[in-house]
């Protein structure tokens, strides 16, 4: 994959947490100069001082996928290629955990002009904070900056590391820059002495260890969410034009257009020293940022003199942000934010003349862009990770906008190559890459994974299902070992899951929606391979299913042994179990009809008809409804149970919702979903 280039780090730091590195080499290039590049985790790459690329593209440990990008060169001139990175060495969910290196170089004419491990030169960027606190348990750590410190040169070594290269099929991501011209709100911020610690966060702090790998809190000097949390405050509609003037003591807040991923970019001028802490969120509740209820940090610490252009590392997920100078006097001159997302710069038209209906198809739209970016990602802001099952409905936005299926091409093949040795035999990981050293799965999500991979065959043509038989087989297998004496599951291990609603208390004993996903991939599986006691099996699971679990009006969702150990059906009804009866062929139509009708007419979101049963949640209930509606050819009343379910969504924050309600995440990857639904009904 690479003619030259070795992998590189700063000497004697590829094993340290939260080392910021920028490597840099000249060259003279031509118009067909193409750059190489890969890493451990992620960087930015800079050409004559513009932003040109954010990666990599994240894949399994020991593999590395390798960017190829067009150079815009000054033909016949000397350019400058700077790549920035970081060097995290620690557990997440957003990329596996693995020594830190660079690997790249600059091609012309197919001659290397410029590799690592003989033309870049090393710099630590002093200016980053090492020891900071966690970003969530899910990614890494918050960002702290001294920019009053130098970048230091120091020697590089090559890293002795036995990597499998691989293509990047993912396209490269999309940068551009919206230029915020005026302060949302310009005020002033006291001091109060308020607890800091987030219940929700406490597990990123405190449980440091062999699990959650960071920097001890004593050895923590900077922490910016303590200070955010001291702050009294109101951000209030009072518009200021930049550039803006600011004390110690004072804050400006900014809002984008909408709800957004990337980075922030900050020009202005100290007086002197100066500090500042950036504050940011998808949302504001009753004026402030909702820092109790986060489950990330979303702080930033910026110390600095004179002039400044600060622009931060990480890419967040975000619509509001501040600017609070806790010491110093400034002049903000002009704030941007950079922008990183999917190129999907022209969606397929939608045929509709419904304004609500366009705005909702443009913010899963925008959904979609903030969270494919090289796999599909469920949100940008606390994880940025790769989830089976949100991936199941994401996947088919993705080739309905581009008709390929690069981006799910990396997606499937990074949990085929996935060795996770703390999870059973057979088992896929929830999430990928992805470090689980708690052992942590959820069952079901290996399901979907199936789920996902029949429709992906039809989606790519070149797929050989003959390549998934073994995995497939080793995942039948862990499953085989819970099985009880109607071959139904029970009991099984790991974090069982459902959907988000008070159905996912009920998966202990024998859980009848998992058992009807369970039944449905049996027979997927038998059907690809031909493999006639799978299917017979499949049949068997499901007139049991019916049996045990079918009231004579709704499916229950659980039933739970007694104490001569004979299982007992339990009072619990849930509207998701329903919809799980009816997508994986428990249910029909022609045999269920009385609980299709009621369906159709009784659940329509927000109804208060049937009141003892739990209602859906957005995920997944209101999407597999969403499915079975379309199916079932109820197109009106689909397109008014979107607008009632998404409308406000699209309204506040022009992304979609993980819930219902203004909850986690506001900008989730699974919504793009919507725009299959949209466009099957207006376009076909």
Avoid at 136 to 163: C, G, N, P, Y
Avoid at 214 to 225: A, K, M, Q, T, Y
Avoid at 299 to 323: C, M, P, R, W
Wanted: aromatic share 14%.
């Amino acid at each position: 994959m690479f003619n030259k280039a070795l992998p590189i780090w700063l000497e004697n730091k590829e094993k340290e947490k939260n080392i910021q590195a920028k490597f840099e080499a000249d060259f003279i290039g031509e118009e067909c100069t193409i750059l190489k590049i890969t890493g451990a985790t992620f960087y930015k790459v800079f050409l004559n001082g513009n932003l040109i690329h954010y990666g990599p593209s994240p894949t399994a440990g020991g593999y590395a996928r390798v960017d190829v990008i067009k150079l815009d060169v000054n033909s016949g001139e000397k350019n400058t290629i700077l790549v920035e990175a970081a060097g995290y060495n620690c557990y997440t969910y957003a990329a596996v955990k693995q020594i830190s290196y660079i690997q790249a170089e600059i091609l012309c004419h197919d001659k290397c002009i410029a590799a690592t491990g003989y033309d870049f030169t090393g710099y630590f960027v002093a200016s980053k904070v090492q020891k900071t606190m966690r970003y969530s348990f899910q990614r890494h750590f918050t960002e702290v900056w001294d920019m009053t410190k130098e970048d230091i040169r120091e020697a590089v070594s090559i890293q002795k590391l036995d990597l499998k290269y691989l293509e990047r099929r993912a396209p490269l991501p999309d940068i551009d820059v919206e230029q915020i011209k005026t302060a949302y709100s310009k005020s002033e911020f006291l001091y109060t002495e308020n607890d800091w610690r987030i219940s929700s966060l406490q597990g990123a702090t405190d449980n440091i260890g062999d699990e959650i790998d960071g920097f001890e809190l004593n050895d923590i000097v900077h922490r910016p969410i303590k200070e955010l949390s001291n702050f009294n405050y109101n951000i209030t509609a009072k518009r200021v034009m930049l550039p803006c003037g600011l004390s110690e003591g004072e804050f400006a807040a900014f809002e984008c257009e909408k709800n957004t991923c990337g980075m922030i970019n900050l020009r202005y001028k100290a007086d002197g020293n100066c500090k500042i802490i950036i504050a940011f969120d998808e949302k504001l509740i009753d004026g402030k940022f909702d820092y109790k209820n986060w489950e990330t940090f979303n702080v930033i610490e910026v110390n600095s003199a004179g002039e400044t252009n600060f622009t931060n590392f990480e890419v967040y997920g975000f619509k509001y942000f501040a600017v609070f100078v806790v010491e110093g006097t400034l002049e903000i001159e002009e704030v941007n934010v950079v922008k990183i997302r999917n190129p999907i710069k022209n969606p397929p038209k939608l045929n509709c003349e419904d304004e609500e209906i366009l705005k909702i198809y443009a913010s899963a739209c925008e959904s979609a862009r903030c969270n494919s970016l090289a796999i599909f990602m469920d949100c940008p802001t606390r994880e940025r990770a790769g989830w089976l099952c949100d991936s199941y409905f994401a996947a088919q936005a993705a080739y309905t906008f581009s008709g390929n299926t690069y981006i799910e091409d990396d997606f499937i093949e990074n949990f085929t190559l996935a060795k996770c040795d703390k999870l059973p035999k057979g088992m896929l990981p929830m999430c990928y890459p992805a470090d689980h050293p708690n052992g942590n799965y959820i069952p079901q999500w290996a399901m979907w994974f199936i789920l996902q991979l029949d429709q992906y065959k039809e989606r790519n043509k070149n797929v050989n299902i003959e390549e998934y038989k073994q995995l497939s087989y080793d995942l039948l297998k862990h499953f085989e070992s819970f099985e009880n004496e109607f071959q139904l599951l029970e009991n099984l291990s790991g974090w069982n899951f459902v959907e988000w609603s008070e159905a996912n208390a009920w998966t202990e004993g024998i859980n009848f929606p998992t058992n009807m996903l369970y039944c449905h991939i049996n027979k997927i599986i038998g059907g690809w391979f031909n493999d006639k006691a799978l299917i017979t099996k499949s049949e068997m699971l499901k007139r049991k299913i019916i049996e045990l679990s079918f009231d004579g009006k709704f499916f229950r969702d659980q039933a739970l042994r007694n104490q001569d150990n004979v299982p007992i059906l339990c009072e619990h009804i849930s509207e998701v179990c329903q919809y799980y009866a009816f997508m994986f062929e428990i249910a029909d139509r022609e045999n269920f009809n009385e609980l299709y009708k009621m369906l159709v007419t009784d659940f329509v979101p927000g109804s208060e008809n049937w009141n003892n049963i739990e209602k859906a949640n957005a995920f997944m209930g209101m999407y597999m409804r969403m499915e079975l509606l379309l199916k079932w050819g109820h197109k009106d009343q689909l397109l008014k149970e979107i607008k009632m379910f998404f409308g406000h969504m699209s309204d506040i924050t022009g992304t979609l919702w993980e819930h219902k309600h203004m909850t986690n995440s506001l900008n989730h990857g699974f919504t793009a979903y919507l725009c299959v639904l949209l466009l099957e009904i207006f376009n076909k």
